[in-house]
């Protein structure tokens, strides 16, 4: 006859099912971890681009034909209010130029490729920030039409 409680095995089996329950949760924690902090920087680094390439756009929308604005190793050129404006990739920052004093627009650019074809305006602005599962590289692209002067 059985007395009350429980046996060896049936403690050892509890155990090793609990232990496979909770690898399983610890596993599913650490996925939807990875793509929260993945996520988290994708959308950081997209927003700074995005700002970045909002910003070099508003400028271009600015600048006069007259000089026109000049596409060159990586550089965007262009005339705003009689100022020379200068875009370029500067040790993975977007700066922008004014009056030879250098802004940052945005980090984590690895690239600007600008393109000028008479008053259209194309720019490809790459950026890319490192997490601890890895580089995300994010492209960002805009066209701008350069006003002719009055």
Not at 101 to 109: E, I, K, L, N, P
Not at 142 to 147: C, G, I, K, P, T
Request: charge should be positive; include cysteine.
């Amino acid at each position: 006859m059985r007395k009350h409680g429980f046996t060896l095995v049936e403690l050892m089996m509890v155990c090793a099912v609990s232990s496979l329950v909770i690898g399983a949760v610890f596993v599913m924690s650490q996925a939807g971890t990875q793509a929260w902090v993945r996520t988290d920087a994708q959308l950081t680094s997209l927003t700074e681009a995005q700002q970045a390439l909002d910003r070099l756009s508003e400028d271009l929308r600015a600048a006069s034909q007259n000089p026109v604005p000049t596409c060159a190793g990586g550089q965007l050129t262009m005339t705003v209010g009689g100022v020379p404006i200068t875009y370029s990739v500067v040790n993975t920052n977007l700066t922008r130029t004014q009056n030879a004093t250098a802004q940052v627009v945005a980090s984590g650019v690895t690239a600007l490729t600008p393109t000028c074809s008479q008053n259209l305006v194309s720019v490809t602005l790459t950026a890319q920030v490192g997490t601890r599962y890895g580089p995300l590289t994010q492209t960002l692209q805009s066209q701008v039409w350069v006003r002719t002067p009055s």
